[in-house]
């Protein structure tokens, strides 16, 4: 009985269906239709990118920056030339003084810049938007004060370190001036 | 637009805006598989995988500076010259002839018991040096294992010269007066003794 009552409804809803107006609604039909192709358009595009990059905290590019700037002091800024290993006192003192000393490889214009808080990004040629920190420590961890200049610049970096790129360079430095070097790193942050 | 979809009678009079929808969703759906299905199949590099290539360059970086530095501070050449000469093997390298760890007063004991241990890297070191008749030898100076997946090799190039003296205990004899040195006079004819290659591969643990 409830089967036949179940058949009658099915019939007559797909008479009602086919017999009714629905022309009238096509117009919107079309609409939702539209809206909703493209919304999963969107939607599959924006996934594809978090699939091929991950959703993690931290922007990759902000490790290339990190692994540049690095390079940058180690191979050019803080030396002589590119082969030297050693750091130069004076180019070392003088960049974390935000001074400019002639034979250094950076350039005046930094340390005069409108926004001091800015030099090191114009320094490392990198974008205002990120935050960046460079230190000079010890094998044992703690940042060097050479002729009493501590060598570290830039604001801390947060405390979530999974936001932080950091990079590091092993130099020597003469940091006492008595013809021997000792081992440094140079670390770089950005975030 | 609105004068198009509300005077269109084509569409007033049939039922295709139901399929319409039907059709817009199906084909979300295949959109969205299709994109699933794109990006699997796709060598593509993930966020793991773009860590794991900064690490190994980071580490590449740490080798080659360790080594560069070591250089310059003439550090790598005392550790080529750190030979026992009575006991005919590299100073308090004991009964294997070699070191898993550096003793307290190696030259490069800095770097490798402590920037190297912080940083939770293994390390094998060996000296390539020429032979009489041209060919290469290898004479182990650490050895910490078979290297992990990822390891990466680092190398500098020193050359001795008859009259460069060993360190440690025997500092008072010169390389070509060492009767147990490992590495032999290559360049009789000349005052050059060796050129030796530091070769070090390191992991990470």
């Given amino acids: 009985m409830k089967i036949q009552s179940l058949k009658r409804w099915f019939t007559s809803s797909l008479r009602g269906f086919r017999e009714d107006n629905r022309g009238l609604s096509s117009q919107v039909d079309f609409m939702v239709a539209v809206i909703i192709y493209v919304t999963a358009a969107v939607i599959a595009l924006g996934a594809s990118a978090a699939l091929i990059y991950g959703s993690v905290g931290a922007n990759p590019s902000n490790g290339i920056v990190a692994d540049r700037a690095a390079d940058r002091l180690a191979d050019d800024y803080l030396v002589d030339n590119a082969n030297d290993a050693i750091l130069d006192r004076e180019c070392t003192t003088a960049f974390f003084d935000k001074e400019t000393p002639g034979d250094c490889g950076f350039e005046s214009s930094w340390s005069s810049v409108d926004q001091p808080e800015h030099y090191l990004n114009r320094a490392l040629a990198v974008e205002e938007a990120k935050q960046i920190n460079v230190t000079i420590r010890t094998t044992s961890g703690s940042i060097e004060t050479v002729d009493g200049t501590r060598l570290a610049l830039g604001d801390k970096p947060p405390e979530d370190r999974s936001t932080v790129h950091g990079y590091h360079r092993q130099v020597g430095l003469d940091a006492n001036d008595d013809g021997a070097a000792e081992w440094y790193h140079i670390s770089v942050k950005v975030w | ?205």
């Fill in chain 2, 1 to 205: 637009m609105r004068q198009f979809l509300f005077t269109n009678t084509e569409f007033q009079r049939d039922n295709r805006g139901l399929y319409y929808t039907l059709d817009a969703m199906l084909f979300a759906g295949l959109l969205i598989v299709a994109v699933v299905l794109a990006i699997n199949a796709a060598p593509t590099q993930g966020s793991q995988d773009v860590a794991a290539d900064r690490a190994e360059a980071q580490l590449q970086t740490n080798a080659q500076d360790v080594l560069a530095v070591a250089n310059s501070t003439g550090r790598l050449k005392e550790t080529t010259l750190y030979w026992d000469d009575s006991a005919s093997r590299w100073v308090d390298s004991g009964s294997s002839e070699r070191y898993f760890k550096p003793p307290s007063d190696h030259p490069l004991e800095t770097p490798l018991s402590k920037i190297f241990k912080q940083e939770n890297i293994a390390y094998n070191i060996a000296v390539i040096y020429q032979t009489e008749d041209g060919s290469t030898e290898t004479k182990r100076l650490y050895y910490q294992g078979t290297p992990g997946a990822h390891a990466v090799s680092a190398q500098y190039t020193t050359v001795l010269n008859d009259d460069t003296h060993l360190r440690g205990p025997d500092s008072d004899r010169t390389v070509s007066e060492s009767s147990t040195f490992y590495a032999p006079d290559a360049f009789p004819e000349s005052s050059k003794y060796n050129i030796l290659q530091v070769r070090m591969i390191v992991w990470k643990l």
